[in-house]
């Protein structure tokens, strides 16, 4: 979740500076990521209905399906820092 914190604060960060220098922004307008986010919801549709008629519950499905497709899986960033340092380490002991 912190990424995702840290992503909206970069991105107003760099608006900001857009609106200071007068710069019309690249990102695609509003509408456009309204309608994506129509699209990511609608694909769950149907899975979602699956899992009613089913009678299963519905938690089962928003765990199972809907909630890794709408968003994403966090990034593990310690377990990749981890992993940097230790092979940062197999090299330094390579050269020794």
Same mark, same amino acid.
Request: proline share 7%.
């Given at each position: ?9 970069? *991105?107003? $960060? ?5 609106? $200071?220098?007068?710069? #019309?922004? +690249? ?10 986010? *129509? ?9 979602? =209905? ?24 966090? +990034?593990? *960033? ?7 340092? #230790?092979? =940062? ?5 390579? #050269?020794?």
């Amino acid at each position: 979740m912190k990424m995702y914190l840290m992503s909206l604060g970069a *991105g107003l $960060l760099v608006g900001t500076v857009y609106s $200071l220098l007068n710069v #019309r922004s +690249p990102a695609p307008p509003v509408i456009a990521l309204v309608g994506l986010l *129509g699209i990511l919801v609608g694909e769950q549709l149907i899975p979602f =209905a699956k899992t009613l008629l089913a009678k299963e519950p519905a938690a089962l499905s928003w765990i199972n399906q809907i909630k890794p497709h709408m968003f994403g899986h966090l +990034p593990e *960033g310690n377990e990749q820092v981890e992993v940097a340092h #230790r092979a =940062a380490t197999d090299v330094e002991g390579l #050269r020794s």
